[in-house]
């Protein structure tokens, strides 16, 4: 890898992933947002070939096939997500900066591989907020909603393998915490909230 930087962020569905990927790629519109394939159905509002690639299964195992993807995985709802490969390292050789959405299993399969990656935990500020989050985006049925929150659980304790762990209670603050993680500035903590009881979740959580 040259000196481009490859930030993988990860959190529970619900917490706020594309919502803080979104602010950070107005401000930096030269940043490489990487597409992910996946086989889920869109949501409403969200906009094939910038949201996702949505494709079949049998196109996903095609890809997979052709080792394509930098990782992948079947994710708990029955779909599969994965990240292909060759946008990233383009934009890695040029030295720009690429910004993946992944799940933790999708997150420690790029950390593996590219061990410069620089992992980032979003957490939510309490289960009952996540779940908030996931009923107000009201595009997930119940038992779908069920799902992810038992799936949550199993990520947020994943969060120890991150090198950063960022709470999203306040969106603002949120950015702000993202952006000097980004600018990889040293006052950036290893761990911003890890010892901190703000992240009353991992509590909730363990
Ligand atoms: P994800 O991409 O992690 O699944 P989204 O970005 O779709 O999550 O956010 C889920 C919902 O939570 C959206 O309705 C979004 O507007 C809302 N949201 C995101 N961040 C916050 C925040 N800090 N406070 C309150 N609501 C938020
Ligand atoms: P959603 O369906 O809510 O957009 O995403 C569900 C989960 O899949 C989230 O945890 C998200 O981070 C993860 N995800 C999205 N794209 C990828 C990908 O390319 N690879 C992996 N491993 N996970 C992904």
Known sequence: MNQGKLIVISGPSGVGKSSVIGEIL????????????????????EVPGVSYHYITEEEFKTLVAQNALL????YASGDYYGT???PILQTIAAGGTALLDVDPNGALQVAKQ????VLVFLAPPSMTELRRRLEGRNDTPPEKILAR????????????????LV????????????EEILSGSENAQRSLYANNSDLKILKEVY
């Open 71 to 74: 990782e992948y995985n079947h």
């Open 84 to 86: 292909p490969a060759a």
């Open 149 to 164: 929150l038992a799936q949550a659980r199993w990520e947020i304790q994943q969060a120890e393998h991150y090198r950063y």
């Open 167 to 178: 709470l999203n209670d306040d969106f603002d603050d949120c950015v702000a915490r993202m």
């Open 114 to 117: 590219y061990p410069q990656a």
């Open 26 to 45: 107005k401000r930096h519109p030269d940043y490489l947002f990487s597409v992910s394939a996946t086989t889920r159905a869109p949501r409403p509002g």
